[in-house]
Each structure stands twice: as C-alpha cells, then as structure tokens.
C-alpha cells in the first residue's frame, strides 16, 4: 500500500495545475520575444492525448502550435498488413495473438474482433511472453505472434523469441511489424508538405535507443529535437527548451525526460535486437513505402518466420483508404482531426473509420475524448 501510495504521489507532481500554471507564465514570456512562429510536432501518440487531456494547447502563446506525428504503432498499419492478420486468424488450428488495439482496426473488410466472432482463436496479450504459455497450452495449434510497434515494444519481441528458442517450443510462429521512429520523421520532414519547426521525441523509444537516434534528424534538418516526458509537466518543460533554443539560435538534441533516458539507451536491449531483427524497407499507412523503416526476422530464422511458413494465405494486393477519411493525413502532420467530415459524426471511437479512431493512441480518438 506504501508503494502504492508513493507512486501515485510521484506521477500527480508532474499533474500540478500550480507548477503547470507557472510554467506556463515562463513560456508566454519567452515566447514573446521569439521572432516567428512556431509548430512543433509531438512525434508520438502519447504525447498528443497529454497535450488535449490536460489542455497543454488552450495553454500555448498565439505563436506556439502542434502538430501531430506518426507516432503511434497501430495508426501507421496499413490494411494490408491488417488484411494478413485476418488471413491468418482463419487458418485451420491456427491461435492469433497480438498487442493493443489491432483487433479493432479494420481491413479491406473487417476486423480480427468480427474474425474473433466468427469462432476463430484470436487473443490479445498484455506481454509477449503471454505466447509461450498458450503455445505450451497448446501443443495441438499453430500460434502466431503478430509483433507490432516502434522501438519500445521490439526488445520484447526478441526476448520471446530468445524463450521460445531456449525452450524449443515448435509450434510458435512470428510475422514481424516492428517499424522505427527516424525514418518516418525524416519521410514527413523531406516531403515539406507541414511546416514542422521542431519535435518533441517519444521518450519510451528513447529508453530503449537512446538519444542519439535523432541527432542525424537535428544535423540534417537543422531544428530542435527534445526528448520528452508524457506527464504535462515534462510536455510544458520540453516547449520551452525548444523556445529557447530559438531563441539562442541554437538547434540542437536535448532530453528532458534524464529521468529514464540518456545518449546511448539500454544496450543489452539494442543487442538483443540486433540478434534477431534487421532493418526492411515498411509501407507505412499514409507515408507509402519507407526505405529501413521497418523490421524483420534475420533470414537464419525462417523456421520461425510466419509471413514465410504461412505466405500462401496472404493476399498482395494493398488497399486504399477509404476515401473520405484523412487518416493519412492527420500522420504526415498535414492536417488535424478536426479537418476531417466525418470526425464526430459518422467516426467515434464506437464506430471508427480511420485507424486514427480505433487507436487508444491516435489523434483523433484524443481529440474525441478531450475536446468534443
């Protein structure tokens, strides 16, 4: 109970409306002395449900905006890799496992929750290693671990795998969609389509990366990039190096978030990786195909490989979007979710159109929840 206790005291001091208050005083005058505007992406999906849950942007001077990033795992899915889920789940003896809100994204025609409805095996896991008691459960079914995620969730992915090896299980199998943060960023920054000044980075990546994953980002684009906390307190604190930065005229990688994050990150998680993963180019809802920005299974583990082992049953052909959902892009920073006709009227999260919806991490399910 005193751990408990001690927690919660913890995360509500970074949730003080006082100390939010007064930095929000030390921005607006810092701000007033900036000489353009400026609009930041926040990279990831967390960090945009802080900035609309607490109101961080009702708190922002006239020159400081957001944008919002590809930051979030299951917005990024296109419906292929979707359509591959479902065609997998509808294999005979087959058991589907995967994380988060996959199982409500749709696909060219349904979801792996109507999969699930119809009597086949899909489950969601809290952990990975979830799969190694089902497979073992199981020695009778196929189980496939549909692997999604940037950088913070693929050491877990690894270390599955890594279990499932030392236990010789034969009946576990791995389609891989483990996708990375740069590239994406890079993509959206090359295109010039949004005016992005500078970028709030996801600090749970970084705990696994380190830092330095964006100082190529800082060296080519020539704009800040601070590392960030998700509590308002980390948000509010991460703008203002970011102004001040502009101001000093000094564009450089600063981490906010020193509680959890460094330069170099966790390397025994970084070689674990590297163990069983190698970089592949990834088509990423909304971005297209981008050149390393995915993951997958090193080709001496194609025994383990279910895109491989169970490709017959999986379709080629990619679909489009529906056409009037701007998922694609609210991704690229290009427009918000309020631009989009059916946000809020047709699209909610109990019935959503774009993966924006669906994920517990996407923009427009953020902007639903926190300021219809």
């Known amino acids: ?55 961080l942007n009702q708190l922002m001077p006239k020159n400081i905006s957001f944008a919002h990033g590809p930051g979030c795992p299951v917005c990024v899915m296109p419906k292929l890799k979707i359509d591959h889920a479902i065609s997998l789940a509808k294999i005979d003896d087959v058991i589907l496992c995967t994380l988060g809100d996959m199982i409500k994204v749709k696909g060219s025609l349904e979801t792996l929750a109507n999969v699930r409805s119809q009597g086949h095996d899909v489950r969601f896991v809290y952990s990975p290693l979830d ?15 549909f692997a999604i995620g940037f950088e913070t969730t693929t050491p877990m992915s690894a270390a599955l795998i890594e279990s499932c090896l030392k236990m010789d299980i034969k009946n576990l199998y791995f389609c891989i969609n ?14 010039h389509e949004a005016q992005i000044d500078a970028l709030i980075a996801p600090s749970h990546v970084s705990v696994i990366t380190g830092a330095k994953i964006y100082q190529p980002i800082v060296d080519r684009f020539n704009i800040p990039i601070v590392v960030g906390g998700f ?40 070689q674990l990786c590297e163990k069983y993963f190698e970089k592949c180019d990834f088509n990423f809802r909304g971005l297209g195909v981008i050149k390393n920005g995915g993951l997958r299974l090193k080709e001496r583990f194609d025994f383990l490989d279910g895109y491989k082992i169970f490709d017959k049953f999986l379709s080629k052909t990619d679909v489009a979007d529906d056409k009037l959902c701007i998922c694609a892009d609210i991704l690229r920073a290009v427009k918000k979710p309020t631009d989009c006709k059916l946000f809020g009227t047709i699209c909610k999260p109990t019935n959503p159109i774009g993966s924006c919806m669906v ?3 996407g923009a427009c399910n953020a902007y639903f929840r926190y300021s219809m």
């Open 1 to 55: 109970m005193n751990e408990h206790l001690e927690l919660k005291e913890l995360i509500d001091g970074f949730r003080e409306p006082k100390v939010i208050k007064k930095l929000s005083q030390i921005l607006n005058q810092k701000a007033e002395k900036l000489d353009k505007n400026i609009n930041i992406m926040e990279v990831c999906g967390g960090h945009t449900h802080t900035i609309m849950k607490y109101g």
């Open 131 to 145: 799969c190694i008691k089902i497979a073992t459960q199981n020695p009778q079914k196929k189980v496939i671990y």
């Open 231 to 270: 509590e308002p307190i980390d948000v509010m604190q991460s703008v203002i190096l970011i102004v001040e930065q502009f101001l000093n005229k000094q564009p450089k990688l600063e981490i906010e978030y020193s509680r959890a994050v460094n330069s170099d990150g966790n390397l025994k998680a970084q």
């Open 359 to 361: 994920s517990s991490e």
């Open 178 to 191: 483990h996708v990375s943060v740069p590239e994406p960023v890079e993509a959206i920054l090359d295109t």
